[in-house]
């Protein structure tokens, strides 16, 4: 099974952000006992590649995505730490170079039709839609995507969504899994919550076989 394969194993791709090594590794800890072993770290904080580094040697079964790419010489450090897969929040050619170069899975972020046609012209079969949900949510991708949808790329919307539209995005059949932050919201890490936390992944598992 390739990357994107396994990546869209799971129905949902939580998103954890600004977290430190234990929230880190108790949250990937909730995420599994919920059946979600897929999840995306974003680098936003100075110890966001330590949690990767402890998360991938913890948990070496999980598929490990590194977030919020923004410069090439990231690319580099994830590879070192094991990361499966990287996602971007925009286009940026030099990291896009570097990623191919490596032979590594990077997921552009994209939300205009010009955006999109671009990342096709590249090469990119794989786009995240961010943000999704401020930009116009579910009909918004729908009508973006209508002019494209002979091209076979897979995307990964995100950004604002909630669990409640979460089987909406699914029932497209060219929605890879949906990414989020609801299954790990702040005020759960911050307070050890990480019962909850499970009670959401399950729930979010739930949700993938309710498409509409």
């Given amino acids: 099974?390739?990357?994107?394969?396994?990546?869209?194993?799971?129905?949902?791709?939580?998103?954890l952000n600004l977290?430190?090594?234990?929230?880190?590794?108790?949250?990937?800890?909730?995420?599994?006992?919920?059946g979600i072993e897929t999840i995306e770290i974003t680098l936003r904080n100075k110890t966001a590649l330590t949690v990767l580094h402890v998360i991938r040697k913890e948990f070496p079964h999980f598929?490990?995505?590194?977030?919020?790419i923004l410069q090439k010489e990231q690319i580099k450090q994830i590879l070192d730490i094991g990361v499966d897969f990287g996602?971007?929040?925009?286009?940026?050619?030099?990291v896009w170079q570097q990623a191919q170069l490596n032979k590594f899975m990077l997921i552009p972020g994209i939300i205009t039709p010009t955006e999109l046609n671009n990342a096709h012209q590249k090469g990119c079969t794989s786009l995240k839609i961010f943000p999704v949900e401020p930009a116009g949510g579910y009909p918004y991708m729908q009508a973006l995507l209508a002019p494209f949808r002979s091209l076979g790329i897979k995307y990964i919307?995100?950004?604002?969504?909630?669990?409640?539209?979460v089987p909406s995005y699914l029932a497209d059949p060219d929605v890879l899994t949906v990414g989020g932050s609801w299954l790990t919201p702040a005020n759960l890490l911050e307070n050890?919550?990480?019962?909850?936390?499970?009670?959401?992944?399950?729930?979010?598992?739930?949700?993938?076989?309710?498409?509409?």
């Fill in 192 to 212: 050890s919550q990480f019962a909850e936390i499970t009670k959401l992944a399950m729930k979010a598992v739930s949700l993938a076989k309710c498409t509409i």
């Fill in 1 to 15: 099974m390739n990357i994107l394969d396994r990546v869209g194993k799971s129905p949902v791709l939580p998103i």
């Fill in 19 to 34: 977290v430190d090594i234990h929230q880190g590794l108790r949250a990937a800890e909730a995420l599994a006992n919920g």
């Fill in 87 to 94: 996602v971007a929040p925009g286009w940026n050619e030099s």
């Fill in 157 to 165: 919307p995100t950004g604002g969504i909630k669990q409640e539209v």
């Fill in 63 to 68: 598929t490990l995505g590194a977030g919020t």
